[in-house]
């Protein structure tokens, strides 16, 4: 059971570049979500998911997309690289639709915008 | 809208010492769940504990136990006789049930140092 995986674990984008974080669980969740972690603020939600098709946004979601085509993955796109995406992401999955479940986390995903 | 105060950004103890990590939180909800999660210098988020809000007992699991108090709105930890493996930045956070039950809200984290 691998529980969540992303990938890459490392990564340095120039400005104006783009990519794709990728993140996967095999534990049958339905809510899947993004954060990212800055030095002094914890964890912010960027985007979230309740089921395949369905998105929303989090606290912080201004230049990252994503999209869930199937239970398991949930991709972070991010379209244009800022020097302020620089950041620790994480990709994280839980049981249940409402608040009571624990959240899982992946490995995360150091990014640096140069 | 909900928010969790970690007041304590850093930590350092001695081995052994008992420690304890303030976690304040703020939240309209009636039903809700408080988490604590350990960062280790590897990086990843490990889960330690869910704490519903209709529980108010406490938890001690090993060296760890928590405190949770409706009255405060606190949610505290402590670990008893703290070891090096016990160095690591600490995170609590909140998620409610009802008003805004897709995002888990997270303090800024404690970074605790256990010296040899």
């Known amino acids: 059971n691998a529980g969540v995986t992303q990938t890459p674990k490392f990564q340095v984008l120039k400005t104006g570049q783009s990519m794709t974080l990728q993140c996967a669980q095999d534990m049958n969740h339905e809510y899947m979500s993004w954060y990212r972690q800055d030095p002094g603020m914890g964890l912010r939600l960027i985007h979230y998911?309740?089921?395949?098709?369905?998105?929303d946004q989090g606290e912080v979601p201004n230049g990252y997309n994503v999209s869930r085509s199937t239970t398991e993955d949930f991709p972070l796109r991010l379209l244009s690289a800022a020097p302020s995406q620089t950041s620790v992401y994480f990709c994280?999955?839980?049981?249940?639709?409402?608040?009571?479940?624990?959240?899982?986390f992946g490995p995360g995903t150091r990014l640096t915008v140069l | 809208a909900q928010k969790v105060t970690q007041a304590q950004t850093e930590i350092s103890v001695v081995e052994k010492e008992d420690v304890t990590l303030d976690c304040v939180y703020e939240t309209r909800d009636t039903t809700y769940y408080l988490f604590w999660y350990k960062q280790p210098p590897s990086g990843e988020l490990v889960f330690l504990i869910r704490r519903n809000s209709f529980d108010e007992q406490n938890e001690i699991s090993g060296r760890y136990s928590w405190n949770f108090q409706k009255s405060t709105s606190s949610f505290n930890f402590t670990i008893t006789a703290s070891q090096v493996v016990d160095s690591a930045v600490y995170f609590c956070?909140?998620?409610?049930?009802?008003?805004?039950?897709?995002?888990?809200?997270f303090g800024a984290g404690t970074r605790l140092t256990v010296k040899p």
């Open positions: 994280a999955s839980r049981p249940g639709l409402d608040g009571r479940g624990t959240q899982y």
């Open positions: 956070a909140l998620s409610e049930v009802l008003y805004n039950n897709n995002d888990m809200r």
């Open positions: 998911s309740v089921g395949a098709g369905i998105t």
